[in-house]
Structures are given as structure tokens and as C-alpha cells.
């Protein structure tokens, strides 16, 4: 029998995140109510127009795919090619991972989460707004299953250097070895797409969450 996880609809953030970030949260709080996810749940960070997501879903029928993306014109658009694929086991939402893991997602429930191609935040001051921050790591470590994995793609150079340095600095996490790497290719995303018509390097990070002690 496979158990659902009931979400935490009483958490709460701190006043002034609950205040500038409004209408996530009720989007989130929203999609808590109307239902329960599955463990061993795919994630994809960034979804943009749900290319991806639709292809893991096809893939991995037995499993759950849930889509995080933060503009609500693509996340519609991803809406309608799930629909016309007529995908049940996928979902997207428009929000900020860091609001939707506390309060949708029950610790030790994701398998495998994917962020392709995420935003640099070049100048010096928004670097913190970067995803791979040892503080969502330490969020991550707790909603991931014992050996659940981390799939990360960008065409920066820079970028991809900062998060495996934090990845490796974490201690929950550790790189995924050579011969663990699926031989499979992953599907690709509209982004990634042009990356390679551009003919652009693209850095992989493959990265497992270590067993709890």
C-alpha cells in the first residue's frame, strides 16, 4: 500500500516572509489541500515549459514528477502539455522551492530532484538568491530519501565551480562516482537544446544524498 504524506498546511514562516511572499504561499497552501504526493518523488527546480518534466513523467509512470517553476506564463504553458499528454502523474506549480519544501514535501520523500540551466545571478550582491545555498542544502538533506540524487546542468562555467564547492562542502551530500552515473541520457530541456545548437559546454554535477546515521 503506498502512503501518502499529509502535508503541513499549519506551518508558518517567519512574519516577514509571510508577508512579501502572499500569493505563493496561498498557491501552495492551495495546492496542499487538494492533494498528497507520493514518496519517492521527482523534482525539477525551474521548470520552464515542462519539456522535461512531461518526459520524466512518461519515463517513470510508476512514479510521481513535480515541476517548481517560478513564472506563471511558462507554468501554464507546461500545464497544457501535460494535459495533452494526458500525464496524471505530473504537476507543476508556480512558487519558490524554498516555500513549497516546508510546507508540500514531507522529509525523506523526493528521490531524485533536477535543476537544469539555473539562473547565475551574476552581480556580487544577488549571489545569495543562487539555489545551491548551504541553507536550502541543509532544507534539501531533509526532504531527500537516503541515497536519493541531485542532477544539475548550466552552460556557466563559474557558476557550476560555486555550486560544487558548496555541494562538497555540505555534509550530506557527496559526488556521484563515474560508473553510478545512469548510461541513459536524460531528457533535454528546451534550454538545453539551444545550448547545444550553440554549441556551448555544459557542466554536469551529479550528487547523492548520504545515508543517515
Not at 507520493?38 to 519539456?51: A, D, K, W
Not at 522551492?97 to 537544469?116: K, S, T
Not at 559526488?175 to 555544459?202: A, C, M, Q, S, W
Amino acid at each position: 500500500m503506498t502512503l501518502y504524506p499529509v502535508p503541513d498546511l499549519s506551518y508558518r514562516f517567519d512574519d516577514h516572509t509571510e508577508e512579501h511572499n502572499d500569493q505563493f504561499l496561498k498557491r501552495i497552501r492551495e495546492f496542499a489541500r487538494n492533494r498528497s504526493l507520493p514518496q519517492n518523488l521527482i523534482v525539477e527546480i525551474g521548470s520552464n515549459r515542462g519539456r522535461f518534466l512531461a518526459a520524466m513523467a512518461e519515463r517513470h509512470p510508476d512514479r510521481f514528477a513535480l515541476g517548481i517553476e517560478y513564472r506563471p506564463k511558462f507554468t501554464e504553458i507546461a500545464k497544457r502539455r501535460l494535459a495533452r499528454r494526458g500525464l496524471d502523474n505530473a504537476e507543476i506549480l508556480t512558487a519558490d522551492a524554498n516555500l513549497v519544501f516546508p510546507i508540500l514535501i514531507d522529509d525523506g520523500q523526493i528521490g531524485d530532484i533536477f535543476i537544469p540551466f539555473p539562473d547565475p545571478w551574476w552581480k556580487r550582491k544577488h549571489r545569495k538568491r543562487r539555489i545551491i545555498q548551504p541553507e536550502f542544502l541543509d532544507l534539501l538533506a531533509r526532504k531527500m530519501k537516503d541515497d536519493g540524487r541531485v542532477w544539475i546542468r548550466t552552460d556557466v562555467g563559474p557558476l557550476a565551480d560555486d555550486m560544487q564547492a558548496t555541494l562538497d562542502a555540505h555534509p550530506d551530500f557527496e559526488p556521484l562516482g563515474f560508473d553510478e552515473i545512469p548510461t541513459e541520457p536524460l531528457p533535454r530541456t528546451t534550454r538545453e537544446r539551444n545550448i547545444i545548437n550553440e554549441k556551448i559546454p555544459i557542466h554536469l554535477l551529479y550528487y547523492r544524498r548520504r545515508p543517515r546515521d
